[in-house]
């Protein structure tokens, strides 16, 4: 009887070691605008959430009181993602804010190749902005899409290189701005991590912003990963910068 207890023991405390080893990780699509190639895992649910402070060249103050994307793993490789921001803002240096809702924005992303030394994983993401769901004054007039391809360099256990080129629409005009950026990251430990990245919006010359963030993220548990981020813009120095904070939340 005590060696069946035993046996019975060890397989149980072997169960739940493997139980844990399967237990899924939150897979975070913040902070930062480099997008990462990993999707959400199948049948899972993120939310990313965060809040965010802006100050601009024009004296100008926007709030994100929060900006939400709800990501569900259709496929293995395949994730729907929805998402708004709630906003808070004032233009040049008005008393009275105003609050308003971005317009809701649905997209995918698929990861079309896991990578394999120094190749590459290979990610795609296609978004679009609705010209009839968020606050009238903040709504474009067309259908505003965003397309973007991902690529990611996994550089031994505890770096990562990032970069991404894209399209993205406003609404208004037919000409697209174009999208680049790079970011670099690491571990510092099991659960803390640091990256900067670079990402720029190209359009027309006087139009154009390269923008610079530094940002740390910490793992609270498994399924949630806290962060914290600063921008910074190099061709206006001391007179833009934003900060926000966040949280990815794997619900089930």
Same mark, same amino acid.
């Given at each position: 009887?005590?060696?069946?207890?035993?046996?019975?023991?060890?397989?149980?405390?072997?169960?739940?070691?493997?139980?844990?080893?399967?237990?899924?990780?939150?897979?975070?699509?913040?902070?930062?605008?480099?997008?990462?190639?990993?999707?959400?895992?199948?049948?899972?649910?993120?939310?990313?959430?965060?809040?965010?402070?802006?100050?601009?060249?024009? *004296?100008?103050?926007?709030?994100?009181?929060?900006?939400?994307?709800?990501?569900?793993?259709?496929?293995?490789?395949?994730?729907?993602? *929805?998402?708004?921001?709630?906003?808070?803002?004032?233009?040049?240096?008005?008393?009275?804010?105003?609050?308003?809702?971005?317009?809701?924005?649905?997209?995918?992303?698929?990861?079309?190749?896991?990578?394999?030394?120094?190749?590459?994983?290979?990610?795609?993401?296609?978004?679009?902005?609705?010209?009839? *769901?968020?606050?009238?004054?903040?709504?474009?007039?067309?259908?505003?899409?965003?397309?973007?391809?991902?690529?990611?360099?996994?550089?031994?256990?505890?770096?990562?290189?990032?970069?991404?080129?894209?399209?993205?629409?406003?609404?208004?005009?037919?000409?697209?701005?174009?999208?680049?950026?790079?970011?670099?990251?690491?571990?510092?430990?099991?659960?803390?991590?640091?990256?900067?990245?670079?990402?720029?919006?190209?359009?027309?010359?006087?139009?154009?912003?390269?923008?610079?963030?530094?940002?740390?993220?910490?793992?609270?548990?498994?399924?949630?990963?806290?962060?914290?981020?600063?921008?910074?813009?190099?061709?206006?120095?001391?007179?833009?910068?934003?900060?926000?904070?966040? *949280?990815?939340?794997?619900?089930?």
């Amino acid at each position: 009887m005590k060696k069946l207890s035993l046996l019975f023991g060890l397989a149980l405390a072997f169960g739940v070691c493997h139980a844990q080893e399967e237990l899924p990780t939150v897979v975070p699509d913040r902070p930062g605008f480099t997008f990462g190639a990993d999707v959400v895992q199948h049948h899972k649910i993120t939310w990313d959430n965060g809040f965010a402070f802006e100050s601009t060249p024009d *004296v100008s103050h926007n709030i994100t009181l929060n900006s939400t994307i709800l990501r569900y793993g259709l496929f293995e490789n395949m994730e729907l993602r *929805v998402g708004t921001d709630f906003l808070m803002y004032n233009n040049g240096g008005t008393m009275e804010p105003t609050f308003g809702i971005a317009p809701l924005c649905i997209g995918t992303k698929i990861k079309v190749y896991e990578g394999n030394g120094i190749l590459p994983a290979v990610g795609l993401l296609a978004e679009l902005k609705s010209p009839h *769901v968020g606050s009238r004054e903040l709504l474009p007039s067309h259908l505003a899409p965003a397309m973007y391809a991902i690529f990611e360099h996994a550089i031994g256990e505890r770096l990562w290189l990032c970069y991404n080129a894209g399209l993205e629409w406003d609404g208004e005009t037919a000409a697209p701005k174009t999208f680049l950026a790079l970011g670099f990251g690491g571990s510092i430990t099991e659960t803390l991590g640091a990256y900067v990245e670079t990402y720029n919006y190209l359009h027309r010359e006087d139009e154009n912003q390269y923008m610079t963030e530094f940002g740390l993220t910490w793992l609270a548990s498994r399924r949630v990963q806290l962060d914290v981020e600063c921008d910074l813009d190099f061709l206006h120095f001391g007179k833009y910068y934003a900060l926000g904070f966040g *949280v990815s939340w794997l619900i089930n």
